[in-house]
């Protein structure tokens, strides 16, 4: 079972997938999703109306359960898909 996130509210080009979500209960989904997109602890734990422990609980709880995060990235926004630029041939290594 695959759980997408949609779009990420602090990259918009971004969009993360969880695999393996079906391990997880509801608020461990919540947590997780929050955390890998780039969340703290605090603005989980504020989000969410719950303790900052239980963010982190929570989210350990999931890493033990096992789970895989896939991000999928629309277009080039890391800039690594571009033309690569021709050597000079007067520079030598």
Known sequence: MEFSTGYCERE???Q???RGVEKLS???RQVVA???MGYS???VAQRLGI???SVATLY???KVKGYQVVIVLAGD???ILGDVPEEDPSKED
Do not use: C, V
């Open 60 to 62: 350990n709880r999931a």
């Open 41 to 43: 602890n605090d603005e």
């Open 34 to 36: 929050l955390k890998e």
């Open 12 to 14: 918009e080009q971004m």
């Open 51 to 53: 303790s900052k422990g």
């Open 77 to 79: 926004p890391l800039g």
């Open 16 to 18: 993360i997938e969880i």
């Open 26 to 28: 509801f608020r461990e």
